[in-house]
């Protein structure tokens, strides 16, 4: 029954997503928000909308290594296994924002999360605070740089939504995410407890990847739209609004408090080793792409942590 409810949560998270997503898009269009400032942030902002309903119930029933796990464990599936396949089925070209903005701004975000945890163990309301005017200072500063190149970033949504559907996509998919998220932590304790493992390992595995789905399909149907920009932008961005909007709001709500230390001695320092050799990649062979050579590498890296995680 306990993977009947993973299961279930799983499906629902991405429905509910996918159902966030069109009710804020739809919004968007209709208040004429230009697209690309839609995919900076209204995009972005859905696509972690699981997590942050996943880490907010998890904090809240008082499961902070559920949270955290979950978010670290994300970023580190959002690289090495979810940016890793879709560079093995289609090679990137990285756009000049990745070395000015996007791959320094995860850096800062994941150094930030550890010494965060380093020095009090804990994220504070007031430290959530922060986190989360640092994405919203992100954000204004893309949405200021940005430049007006809006075909990059296509919303497949008929401008003229009605309302009601509007309202209803909005109202099932925020439905969806939180009867979701009961069942996947529901089912994710229960079979970290049966199996006498921790609900960090569960949290970095099984309940990081599932969150992270979003993220592939987006990514995946950027790459197969040869829109290869679009789909390690959408990687990039997702892990830091994961560090700054997913923590922060959830910590602001509800302080998380690190239980387990392999959150901090193994998982965290994985997440970073993922973010910081994104860059020799992206500068060889060939600057500027990521080929399939450098997606194989990242796949079996991904593996090596699951291997590790569990011995």
């Known amino acids: 029954m306990d993977y009947l409810f993973i299961v279930l949560g799983l499906i629902l998270l991405v429905l509910g997503g996918d159902w966030l997503l069109k009710s804020a898009v739809g919004m968007s269009v209709r208040l004429n928000v230009s697209k690309i400032i839609i995919g900076m942030t209204v995009v972005s902002f859905a696509t972690s909308a699981p997590e942050l309903i996943v880490s907010l119930k998890a904090a809240l029933d008082g499961f902070s290594d559920i949270a955290l796990g ?4 994300s970023n580190i599936a959002n690289i090495g296994l979810i940016l890793g396949v879709v560079m093995i089925i289609s090679e990137m070209k990285v756009d000049a924002s990745f070395f000015k903005t996007d ?3 995860m850096i800062i975000a994941s150094f930030l999360l550890y010494f965060l945890l380093l020095y009090d163990g804990e994220i504070a309301r007031m430290e959530g605070a922060v986190l989360f005017l640092l994405i919203i200072l992100f954000v204004i500063y893309l949405i200021k740089t940005q430049k007006s190149n809006e075909s990059e970033i296509e919303i497949e949504l008929e401008k003229a939504m009605p309302m009601y ?6 109202l099932i998919g925020g439905g969806a995410l939180y009867g979701g998220s009961e069942l996947l932590i529901k089912g994710a304790v229960n079979i970290a407890n049966a199996f006498g493992v921790s609900d960090r390992i569960i949290a970095v595995t099984v309940v990081a990847v599932g969150t ?7 990514s995946l149907i950027a ?5 290869s920009s679009i789909s390690i932008g ?6 830091i609004f994961n560090i700054f909007s997913v923590l922060g709001l ?3 709500i509800q302080p998380i408090k690190l239980v387990d230390q392999k959150l901090l001695s193994s998982d965290l320092l994985w997440m970073i ?3 910081i050799v994104l860059l020799p990649l992206v500068l060889l062979p060939k600057r500027g792409y990521l080929d399939r050579k450098a997606g194989i590498i990242l796949v079996l890296g991904y593996g090596v942590f699951i291997y590790m995680t569990f011995s």
Do not use: R
């Open 70 to 73: 979950n978010v670290v464990g």
């Open 273 to 275: 080793g993922f973010a």
């Open 223 to 227: 790459a197969i739209k040869k829109e």
């Open 250 to 252: 959830t910590a602001m």
């Open 212 to 218: 992270s789905i979003p993220e592939f399909a987006a």
């Open 165 to 170: 559907l509007i309202v209803w996509f909005l």
């Open 234 to 239: 959408n990687i990039v961005g997702s892990n």
């Open 103 to 105: 791959w320094l701004a």
